[in-house]
């Protein structure tokens, strides 16, 4: 098949390679590949540490794609020659205070739920694993899963491996009107390519939108993605002053994270926050975010700044992301990844090619771009009905 995909992120370059790899002929269009959220992320691959109540067919996704994972990055590396980082030291939760430690207890009764492997630990037990941590936190647990990855390695692999196939072009899918539209419908019928910002159409059998934050107006779905902020900072501590493993803490409710890198270099994240516009960093949200990484890691205080950014996350409704058919004809999406774009990149891999190879034009499950379309039309319903 003639695939073409909009946006060279993680998720469409990820996207991509596994279409090339079942031996598609694939195209990528992004006019500055690589350079959005994907630019930002620390790499995480944590569905233990990101786990909530309410999100439990995401966590169940999440687990699904940490455990491809490590074929997946062995896989990029000897396909690309590119070192991913990959690191499989597990995480610690931590918690400052006892509220903090409250809070951990709160997502280790979810993980003990769902059968996912931790270990509690007391404050000393916290500190052998990780000397670098303060003595002031109170507690805490190992999350021996959730491992990290340098996503600008992983996209530099994935981008050695499409080689020219991506077009430094921004695109939008070209649409055919239905010939015969039933009453009340107002969707175009198929996708007939992909037309580049310089006006050419490329012919394709099924387009991928994987653009993040921003979906092109042809996509039915495109209002139930937002952009999130997320502010994060690279560091290089003294020698030998680095955590050796992933640490996420909420630091009197103010929740952390450190990510050690190659070179000993450290990520310092992230910020949350619903807004538009250019996501600059801003110094409210760096102090927050430095106060309580050296109260956490007081090594850090002589750490070097090398890097302080911000990028948006591409959130939904329910914080999952939409992965399928999009009603239109030939016509994909894998976007909404908000806060789990790295983890999810090799599962959402997996069943955007089953989708596109199947052809089926929906599909029925938790992570179907309509599922907010349903739910739009049952509270309409439940007005409608309660009015009555
Ligand atoms: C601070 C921060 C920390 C994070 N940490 C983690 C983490 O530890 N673990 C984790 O799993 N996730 C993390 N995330 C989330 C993760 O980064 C995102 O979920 C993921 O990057 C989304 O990937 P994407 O490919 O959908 O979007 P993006 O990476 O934003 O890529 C979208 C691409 O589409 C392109 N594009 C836009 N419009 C068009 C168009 N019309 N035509 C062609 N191309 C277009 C853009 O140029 C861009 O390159 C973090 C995010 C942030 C902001």
Same mark, same amino acid.
Do not use: K
């Given at each position: 098949?003639?695939?073409?995909?909009?946006?060279?992120?993680?998720?469409?370059?990820?996207? &991509? /390679?596994? $279409?090339?790899?079942? *031996?598609?002929? @694939?195209?990528?269009?992004?006019? %500055? +590949?690589?350079?959005?959220?994907?630019?930002?992320?620390?790499?995480?691959?944590?569905?233990?540490?990101?786990?909530?109540?309410?999100?439990?067919?995401?966590?169940?996704?999440?687990?699904?794609?940490?455990?491809?994972?490590?074929?997946?990055?062995?896989?990029?590396?000897?396909?690309?020659?590119?070192?991913?980082?990959?690191?499989?030291?597990?995480?610690?939760?931590?918690?400052?205070?006892?509220?903090?430690?409250?809070?951990?207890?709160?997502?280790?009764?979810?993980?003990?739920?769902?059968?996912?492997?931790?270990?509690?630990?007391?404050?000393?037990?916290?500190?052998?694993?990780?000397?670098?941590?303060?003595?002031?936190?109170?507690?805490?647990?190992?999350?021996?899963?959730?491992?990290?990855?340098?996503?600008?390695?992983?996209? &530099? /692999?994935? $981008?050695?491996?499409? *080689?020219?196939? @991506?077009?430094?072009?921004?695109? %939008? +899918?070209?649409?055919?009107?239905?010939?015969?539209?039933?009453?009340?419908?107002?969707r175009p019928a198929s996708v007939e390519g992909v037309r580049t910002e310089d006006g050419r159409l490329v012919r394709a059998d099924a387009v991928l939108v994987a653009t993040g934050h921003q979906l092109p107006p042809q996509v039915p779905q495109r209002r139930h993605v937002r952009p999130v902020r997320g502010e994060i900072l690279r560091v290089r501590p003294p020698s030998g002053q680095a955590p050796t493993q992933t640490i996420r803490a909420l630091v009197h409710g103010e929740p952390v994270y450190a990510v050690p890198r190659a070179g000993g270099e450290v990520v310092v994240g992230a910020t949350q926050e619903e807004h538009a516009g250019d996501p600059m960093p801003t110094v409210g949200?760096?102090?927050?975010?430095?106060?309580?990484?050296?109260?956490?890691?007081?090594?850090?205080?002589?750490?070097?700044?090398?890097?302080?950014?911000?990028?948006?996350?591409?959130?939904?409704?329910?914080?999952?992301?939409?992965?399928?058919?999009?009603?239109?004809?030939?016509?994909?999406?894998?976007?909404?990844?908000?806060?789990?774009?790295?983890?999810?990149?090799?599962?959402?891999?997996?069943?955007?090619?089953?989708?596109?190879?199947?052809?089926?034009?929906?599909?029925?499950?938790?992570?179907?771009?309509?599922?907010?379309?349903?739910?739009?039309?049952?509270?309409?319903?439940?007005?409608?009905?309660?009015?009555?």
């Amino acid at each position: 098949m003639r695939i073409a995909v909009l946006g060279a992120g993680i998720v469409g370059l990820a996207c &991509a /390679a596994e $279409l090339l790899r079942a *031996g598609h002929d @694939v195209r990528v269009f992004d006019p %500055a +590949p690589a350079s959005g959220a994907t630019h930002a992320a620390a790499g995480m691959l944590s569905p233990a540490g990101e786990a909530w109540h309410g999100e439990e067919n995401l966590l169940r996704l999440g687990v699904e794609s940490a455990g491809l994972w490590p074929e997946y990055a062995a896989w990029l590396e000897s396909a690309s020659g590119v070192d991913v980082d990959h690191r499989r030291a597990g995480t610690l939760l931590a918690g400052r205070d006892h509220d903090d430690v409250q809070v951990v207890r709160r997502t280790l009764d979810l993980l003990a739920a769902h059968g996912i492997e931790y270990e509690e630990l007391r404050q000393r037990d916290l500190r052998e694993r990780e000397p670098e941590l303060s003595t002031r936190v109170c507690g805490g647990a190992y999350l021996p899963g959730d491992h990290s990855v340098n996503p600008r390695r992983v996209s &530099a /692999a994935l $981008l050695a491996l499409l *080689g020219d196939r @991506v077009e430094h072009r921004n695109a %939008a +899918p070209s649409t055919t009107p239905s010939p015969l539209l039933a009453p009340g419908e107002d969707r175009p019928a198929s996708v007939e390519g992909v037309r580049t910002e310089d006006g050419r159409l490329v012919r394709a059998d099924a387009v991928l939108v994987a653009t993040g934050h921003q979906l092109p107006p042809q996509v039915p779905q495109r209002r139930h993605v937002r952009p999130v902020r997320g502010e994060i900072l690279r560091v290089r501590p003294p020698s030998g002053q680095a955590p050796t493993q992933t640490i996420r803490a909420l630091v009197h409710g103010e929740p952390v994270y450190a990510v050690p890198r190659a070179g000993g270099e450290v990520v310092v994240g992230a910020t949350q926050e619903e807004h538009a516009g250019d996501p600059m960093p801003t110094v409210g949200g760096v102090a927050r975010l430095l106060d309580a990484a050296r109260t956490l890691l007081p090594g850090l205080e002589r750490a070097e700044i090398l890097e302080v950014l911000a990028r948006h996350r591409p959130g939904t409704p329910d914080n999952g992301p939409m992965l399928g058919p999009t009603g239109v004809h030939g016509l994909y999406l894998a976007a909404g990844h908000h806060r789990g774009g790295v983890l999810l990149a090799p599962v959402t891999a997996r069943i955007l090619r089953a989708h596109i190879e199947s052809g089926s034009p929906d599909a029925a499950n938790a992570f179907s771009p309509s599922r907010f379309d349903t739910s739009e039309r049952m509270s309409r319903w439940t007005s409608l009905s309660t009015a009555n």
